[in-house]
Nanobody, 128 residues
Framework: QVQLVESGGGLVQAGGSLRLSCAASGRSFSTDAMGWFRQAPGKEREFVAVIRWGTGNTYYTGSVRGRYTISRDSAKNTVYLQMNILKPEDTAVYYC?????????????????????WGQGTQVTVSS
């Protein structure tokens, strides 16, 4: 089993930046992709970004494209989410997730059920 631990959340003013980290540990880390999701109060969990572990190819939801960057450090089994130009509507609990499913295209990783393991979440609050 793989454990995912997020860190890096916090309170930031609109226009600011944060970098989230998600460290994976466990016996076996056979992974096809790592993703970030977020859930705002009263809303459903939504997809943010995904990175294919082997190639580093990435895919973002439209509302964060150009502001967020997902990356990974394979040696550390860690995925990052650099968030710039943050807006109050980015406020949410951010979750990282791991997928052992291969999809030829990245769009299917936008579904929660594409993932096998989830972290506990880290709060990001953006003040106006």
């Amino acid at each position: 089993q793989v454990q995912l631990v997020e860190s890096g959340g916090g309170l930031v003013q609109a226009g600011g930046s944060l970098r989230l980290s998600c460290a994976a540990s466990g016996r076996s880390f056979s992974t096809d992709a790592m993703g970030w999701f977020r859930q705002a109060p009263g809303k459903e969990r939504e997809f943010v970004a995904v990175i294919r572990w082997g190639t580093g190819n990435t895919y973002y939801t439209g509302s964060v494209r150009g502001r967020y960057t997902i990356s990974r450090d394979s040696a550390k089994n860690t995925v990052y989410l650099q968030m710039n130009i943050l807006k109050p509507e980015d406020t949410a609990v951010y979750y990282c997730a791991r997928s052992r499913h291969y999809y030829r295209e990245l769009e299917p990783y936008g579904r929660s059920n594409a993932y096998d393991d989830w972290g506990q979440g880290t709060q990001v609050t953006v003040s106006s």
